[in-house]
């Protein structure tokens, strides 16, 4: 995970590269505070509208520039993350994070055209895989921030305390529970190589359109999640059960337009999926692989949490 306890003690005045240095740690942050790579980079401009609002004197006098923008762009994500609530429950169907953009083949490794924004890319580990993405949807505003900036981030409590505007022991609390969440949450660990063996399985038997196949490589428990956000016809509520996605996802292949092609791509740092038509990237599917067996699929097809993945 990422270890950046200095928060940049870098000053951003001093230089191009190390303005670029911190607006890349803050993107990193933003991401895992809100799920939304597009509310991060709103995130990320406000703060910096706000550091270049304040006289050069006032900005002088600011012994840790990097603690100050990271305390800032924290509190900014805070709200967004209050109000975010609000927005989600009018959202048309399900919401799932905004996958990451990347275009690595997980098997072959090759990289496809240029990234679209390397600058903001954000670092790919375990802190940004969907799973855990989708469990940090389930904290509190107050719980997450605590939790990334403290055990994500490796912020002390004193510091997150003025972050989140609560005592350093009660961010603790916080912090402790967000991370009970994320304990009881967490499968044994699937190595890489197994959990693409087992994507890639899935792949073929979707495209074969074989029932029978689809289902022994999912957990008879599995969920299907879609998030069309209505600009995408997708299914709105959950899909429960192996033989349900099964049959859902051979009918989707039916349905499938011409010229579709299923791709092997990385996604959040996990193998995955990515539909691919007229040259662009209509949907990215990312995976739970438990022990041997599909245990979460997430499927992104709102267009404006795809414009990080266009192709041309």
């Known amino acids: 995970m990422n270890t950046r306890s200095e928060a940049g003690q870098s000053r951003p005045d001093s230089g191009g ?21 597009a509310e991060a980079e709103d995130v990320v401009q406000e703060t910096y509208a706000r550091w270049y609002a304040m006289p050069r004197e006032q900005r002088g006098a600011i012994e840790s520039p990097g603690a100050w923008l990271t305390k800032v762009a924290g509190r900014i994500a805070l ?8 927005r989600r429950e009018r959202y048309v169907g399900e919401w799932i994070p905004e996958p990451l953009p990347e275009r690595t083949e997980w098997i ?15 670092t790919l580990d375990e802190s940004v895989n969907m799973a855990f993405l989708v469990v940090l949807e ?3 505003p107050a719980e997450r921030v605590a939790f990334i900036l403290h055990d994500v981030f490796r912020h002390p409590f004193a510091e997150v305390a003025e972050i ?22 967490q499968d044994p660990a699937t190595p890489t190589a197994r959990q693409a063996a087992i994507i890639r399985d899935f792949k073929q038997a979707w495209e074969a359109k074989d029932i029978e196949a689809l289902i022994g490589l999912l957990d008879p428990d599995a969920t299907a999640v879609a998030d ?12 429960e059960g192996c033989e349900q996605i099964a049959r859902a996802w051979v009918e989707i292949a039916g349905h499938r337009p011409a010229g579709t092609a299923i791709l092997e791509r990385t996604v959040n740092g996990r193998p995955g999926l990515v539909a691919q038509h007229g040259g662009a990237i209509v949907t990215v ?9 599909i245990k979460h699929i997430w499927a992104v097809r709102n267009p404006e949490k795809l414009r990080h993945w266009t192709t041309n």
């Open 79 to 86: 709200d967004v993350l209050g109000s975010a609530r609000a």
């Open 285 to 293: 599917f990312a995976f739970e692989v438990s022990g041997d067996r």
């Open 108 to 122: 072959s490794g090759r990289r496809g055209d240029a990234f679209a924004d390397p600058a903001d890319r954000v």
């Open 138 to 140: 389930s904290m509190t």
């Open 228 to 239: 069309g956000g209505g600009l995408a016809l997708t299914f709105l509520d959950p899909i």
């Open 164 to 185: 989140v505007g609560r005592t350093p022991a009660a961010c603790r609390q916080l912090a402790s529970s967000a991370r009970r969440r994320v304990r009881e949450s």
């Open 17 to 37: 590269g190390a303005l670029m240095g911190e607006r890349r740690h803050l993107i990193n942050l933003a991401y895992r505070l809100l799920g939304s790579l």
